[in-house]
């Protein structure tokens, strides 16, 4: 129904940079809050960066002044710059958007992607 995909993951040497994107495909009437998730081994998912419909950001304290996020509406796209990378940022790196799938949606509801792996290291 509804599918998010991201993309860009790969290694990088600490210092280095990354963009990820994610685009939300499917029966898509509105989406509200886009946001980066990132699980790293043994730790819990945490929330990286949030972006609203209107643009509007928060960051994770660890990722300020390094990582921006920003969105595409007409491409229901969003994005993941991360610049000044450092091997504690290595982790999987969740998509997420809340989504109205249907003209009489009355809420939105929340839909994951699967997942791209940035691993940072010398």
């Known amino acids: 129904q509804v599918q998010l995909v991201e993309s860009g993951g790969g290694l990088v040497q600490p210092g280095g940079s990354l963009r990820l994107s994610c685009t939300a495909s499917?029966?898509?009437?509105?989406?509200?809050?886009m946001g980066w998730y990132r699980q790293a081994p043994a730790k819990e998912r945490e929330l990286v960066a949030l972006?609203?419909?209107?643009?509007?950001?928060n960051y994770a304290d660890s990722v300020k002044g390094r990582f921006t996020i920003s969105r595409d509406n007409a491409k229901n796209t969003v994005y993941l710059q991360m610049n000044s990378l450092k091997p504690e940022d290595t982790a999987v790196y969740f998509c997420n958007a809340g989504v109205l799938s249907s003209r009489w949606s009355l809420r939105f509801i929340p839909y994951w992607g699967n997942g791209t792996l940035v691993t940072v290291s010398p």
């Open positions: 972006t609203t419909s209107g643009g509007s950001t």
């Open positions: 499917g029966s898509i009437f509105g989406i509200g809050d």
